[in-house]
Structure formats: C-alpha cells, structure tokens
Nanobody, 115 residues
C-alpha cells in the first residue's frame, strides 16, 4: 500500500505562486502514474495534472501554461508548481498514485487564492 503525504498549500494572492509536494512511502520509480486532482467547494473533483512514469505530463486546459508537474524519483516526490494563480484555482488539492491497478490518495492540501 502506498501512502502519500502532501504539503505546500496555503493562502496566496491572485497572480502568486505555490509549489505543492507529495511524498510517497515507497519508491515512485515503478509507480505507473502520479498526479493531482482538486476539488473546490460545491464542485466535482477534477484532474489537474498527471505524469506517467517515463511519459509526458498531461494538464487540464484551465491550468496549461501556468502549472507544471514533475517527479523526483530520488526523493519519491511529485511536485505541482503553480504560477499565475487565479481565484478559481482555490480548492483542496489531492495527490494520487496509480500503482498495480489501485489508486492511492493523499489527505489533501488546501489552496486559497484571495487578496
């Protein structure tokens, strides 16, 4: 079972930046896919970005050009660099890992974008 621990959320002004981190309890080298979903209040959870092992990243249209996902196998960590944040980016962000047919989830980290 893979355990995921997220960090890096917080309050930021519109136009600001945050970097989310998600550290796994085991090596992520062989984890097929990792990424981030988000869920805003009253809305469905949506995929923000994903990064398959050895593959190209995928992004939601709403974050393309602003967010960057990366994986650091040496640190067992996946990152989400978020720039030019907008109020509509505010949500709880959840890290996930798809490994051997199972989805694993982090506990979520709150991102608030407000002046």
């Amino acid at each position: 079972q893979v355990q995921l621990v997220e960090s890096g959320g917080g309050l930021v002004q519109p136009g600001g930046s945050l970097r989310l981190s998600c550290t796994a309890s085991e090596s992520i080298f062989r984890i097929y896919d990792m990424g981030w979903y988000r869920q805003a209040l009253g809305k469905q959870r949506e995929l923000v970005a994903s990064k398959p092992s050895g593959g190209s990243p995928n992004y939601a249209d709403s974050v393309k050009g602003r967010f960057t996902i990366s994986r650091d196998n040496a640190k067992n960590t996946v990152y989400l660099e978020m720039n030019s944040l907008k109020p509509e980016d505010a949500a709880v962000y959840y890290c996930y890992a798809l490994h051997r047919g199972y989805h694993y989830w982090g506990q979520g980290t709150q991102v608030t974008v407000s002046s």
